[in-house]
């Protein structure tokens, strides 16, 4: 064998105290590029086996003819020679050396030339020391990435803390260490949690407008794991479009025909919603349905539940993608579910067909525990989350995603400690009193509760803005009815004009309704005060029209004193003061009085 070409001549040894002192020593004897063979802890100190790259390289060039043994000849063993690496030219090891603090290299299996007299195929020696190198290069830059955010850990204690808060929130390694390698040394637990926060809410796709997505509408299919929800997610989402659009511009179409009852469940949704449903088994029946549903603004499939890892979901997606109408793709994500089996379920649902997922649904959010998975997912894939079903309630469970409400729940103090979380991911004890978290506790459910009234009064404010231009349509006064009921809330208008232009309209209203005069009905109404006992009597007065009896006006309400023994004239004669009154106002025409009770005789002499 040449001299040159063997490994063990060409290897050395050194030795130091630490790890840092042995990699000093090997790049000052063989420069930066020396390739690592091995390394392993002795009583006296770190040894390190390394050799220079140049001799490496001409080890490999003349080793490479002999690893293919001429036919006319047995193969001979040959020593292994370690190969060239060339993306390890410049080894992490050597390049943070310096910036690293002394630590003890546990031993790892050294990577030497086998002995002449032990045969091993010539094929397969370099894999073999190719894949030792590799092994070794991968745990000494683990142990020195370990040893770099251990080393920031002791200096910044709160950034440990940090991230053992996101580690037991669900978040994956990757992005808490990526997040907390942004934020700056000297923090407190506070301020880093502030931060981190703010990072969430900055990194964390939703959707930008419902309006923009329900306006454009189209065909939506819901897919995901089985389980998911994907069939009451489907109905709540029906009532929300139903709610704006009406009945008639959507309907369902559901391509689950395995489950038992799949399609019954569906359509008693639809019945309720009084849309229609249909039913598809494959490609064609599809592509017959939607264009049957052209003029429907909106519509919605309920897919069939499948694993990520079953065959089938390509071929389901390539169904939807085959359809001549644009099938977007909503896929949902379960917040029961581990971190890795949501990245499964996007890589499966994303790369198993044509065209990019439009968006996900989170489900099931009121049951989980760890929901730092969903949101580390879908930052992750860039995937925008445009809802978030916490419940079974159709289709009040359903609510559009909002930044800071999905990063704040995260961090809801749980009543229990974990159990499958290892302690040291977990918080430490020195974090937030009881009273502290109580006080957290209580204001998260009221910032919950005050941000469903705020949509609950929006949603009813645009009930009742419906509501008043139905009734401003009907033609029944409604308009001038509510401007006056805002004059008369107005401060800045005196209440005699008030009167008068409530007369005004009232003169107006029986000049065009009534003929040859107008009718005055009047009636009472017995009051009582339940903790004093008095009684009272309201007594009112109606306008009619003598064409068709509808009414015109109601002017004059008079609230007076039950008639009793020792009351006086003015009190127990209500009624013939309304009378009085309503012949002063002058309507235009006759006035004809309906009187509700016969009165006293002394009044009708008058009369």
């Known amino acids: 064998m040449n001299p040159s070409t063997d490994v063990r001549a060409a290897a050395r040894r050194f030795l130091a105290p630490t790890s840092r002192e042995a990699l000093r020593l090997v790049r000052e004897a063989l420069g930066t590029d020396a390739i690592v063979l091995s390394n392993r802890a002795l009583p006296e100190g770190v040894e390190i086996v390394a050799m220079a790259e140049g001799v490496a390289l001409q080890a490999v060039e003349v080793a490479a003819p002999a690893a293919a043994p001429a036919p006319s000849m047995p193969a001979a063993p040959v020593a292994p020679a370690a190969p060239a690496l060339p993306e390890m030219r410049r080894p992490i090891a050597l390049q943070a050396a310096d910036r690293l603090p002394a630590m003890p290299v ?43 955010w251990n080393e920031k850990e002791r200096q910044d204690p709160a950034r440990g803390r940090l991230l053992r808060t996101l580690l037991g929130a669900g978040f994956s390694a990757g992005l808490s260490r990526a997040m907390l390698e942004k934020l700056p040394t000297g ?45 009451t997610t489907t109905a709540k989402l029906a009532a929300r479009c139903v709610m704006r659009f009406g009945a008639d511009k959507l309907a369902l179409v559901t391509t689950d025909s395995f489950r038992i009852g799949a399609y019954e469940q569906l359509r008693i949704y639809g019945q309720i919603l009084n849309v229609p449903v249909y039913a598809v088994k494959d490609a064609a029946d599809l592509h017959v349905v939607l264009q049957d549903l052209q003029g429907k603004h909106m519509v919605l499939i309920d897919t069939v539940g499948m694993s990520q890892r079953d065959r089938a979901v390509s071929d389901q997606i390539a169904m939807l993608g085959s359809a001549q109408r644009p099938v977007k793709r ?9 971190g890795d089996t949501l990245n499964e ?94 006080a957290q ?24 803005a419906a509501t008043a231009r139905a009734l401003s349509d009907a033609g029944i006064g409604f308009d001038v009815a509510r401007r006056l009921w805002r004059q008369a809330g107005d401060p800045q208008v005196a209440q005699q004009a008030v009167l008068d232009a409530v007369s005004a309209h009232a003169r107006g209203e029986v000049a ?35 064409r068709n009896g509808a009414p015109l006006a109601a002017p004059n309400q008079w609230l007076s004193t039950v008639a009793a023994r020792g009351m006086s004239e003015a009190r127990r004669r209500a009624q013939a003061r309304q009378v009085q009154w309503l012949d002063a106002q002058a309507p235009g025409k006759p006035m004809v009085h309906l009187l509700s009770a016969l009165p006293a005789l002394d009044v009708l002499q008058q009369w």
Do not use: W
């Not at 073999?128 to 745990?139: F, K, P, T």
């Not at 909503?330 to 581990?338: A, E, P, R, V």
């Not at 506790?441 to 009742?464: K, S, V, W």
């Not at 009636?523 to 004093?532: I, K, Q, T």
């Open 106 to 148: 546990p031993p790892a299996a050294t990577v030497m030339a086998a002995p002449a007299a032990a045969p091993v195929a010539p094929a397969a020696q370099p894999d073999a020391v190719l894949n030792e190198l590799h092994s070794m290069r991968g745990m000494l830059e683990e142990q020195l990435a370990n040893a770099q």
């Open 187 to 231: 923090q407190t637990y506070a301020q880093g949690m502030a931060f981190a926060r703010a990072e969430l809410m900055r990194a964390l796709p939703v959707l930008p407008d419902e309006d923009a997505l329900l306006s454009q509408g189209g065909v939506y299919a819901l897919m995901g794991p089985t389980g998911v929800g994907k069939t």
């Open 330 to 338: 909503l896929l949902l994500l379960n917040g029961t579910s581990h």
């Open 345 to 438: 379920v996007v890589h499966a649902y994303r790369h198993g067909g044509r065209g990019e997922l439009a968006g996900c649904i989170f489900t099931k959010v009121d049951e989980a525990t760890h929901p730092g998975a969903l949101i580390d997912t879908v930052i992750r894939h860039r995937l925008p989350v445009h809802y978030v079903s916490s419940g079974q309630k159709v289709p009040e469970n359903l609510m559009l995603a909002d930044r800071a409400q999905l990063v704040d729940a995260v961090f809801q103090p749980r009543r229990h400690h974990a159990l499958f979380v290892p302690p040291e991911l977990q918080a430490p004890a020195e974090g937030p009193s009881a009273a502290e978290l109580q």
């Open 441 to 464: 506790a209580e204001a998260g459910r009221l910032r919950t509760r005050y941000q469903n009234l705020i949509r609950a009064m929006a949603h009813d404010a645009q009930e009742l």
């Open 512 to 546: 065009g309704a009534c003929g040859s005069h107008v009718l005055a009905v009047y009636g009472r109404v017995g009051l009582r005060v339940s903790e004093g006992g008095d009684a009272y009597a309201c007594h009112s007065s109606l306008l009619l029209s003598d």
